[in-house]
């Protein structure tokens, strides 16, 4: 392969693993981790959603039936939903290894609430509580 050719290799290289990068996952901060969660969520990404959720069986169960729901959506909602801007109407700590974030989006205007608590130094959605008639 002659010099030119090598260059344009490597650097064919360098931008397809540029691509490939995933987005660093953060968890170190409540709120960060929930807005994580609910932008993720809104775009359809449900691999990087799922990074977020405290894995236990009724969480995962919610998330699982809640990315089938999303998935069965028309189009249009779920353009509405990409292109949703979160709101954070307010933060609730309830100790230091729990928080409730309370949201909504500009697509459905409605509120809910996710509750993040915090395992091994990470902040992570218990998403039941979101379904379950919590204040």
Not at 61 to 85: L, R, S
């Amino acid at each position: 392969m002659n010099s030119p050719a090598k260059i344009i290799f490597v650097f064919a290289l360098l931008l397809l693993a540029g691509c490939n990068t995933t987005p660093e996952i953060k968890k170190t901060d409540p709120l960060e981790s929930a807005r994580g969660f609910i932008e993720s969520s809104l775009k359809g990404n449900y691999d990087e959603a799922e990074q977020y959720i405290l894995h236990d069986s009724s969480n995962l169960e919610y998330f699982n039936g809640m990315k089938a729901f999303n998935e069965k959506q028309v189009d249009k909602i779920k353009v509405g939903y990409k292109e949703a801007n979160i709101i954070i109407d307010s933060i609730n700590k309830i100790s230091d290894s729990e928080s409730v974030i309370h949201y909504s989006n500009t697509y459905k205007m409605e509120p809910s609430k996710l509750r993040m608590v915090r395992v091994k130094q990470e902040w992570l959605v218990d998403f039941k509580y979101t379904f379950l008639e919590n204040n």
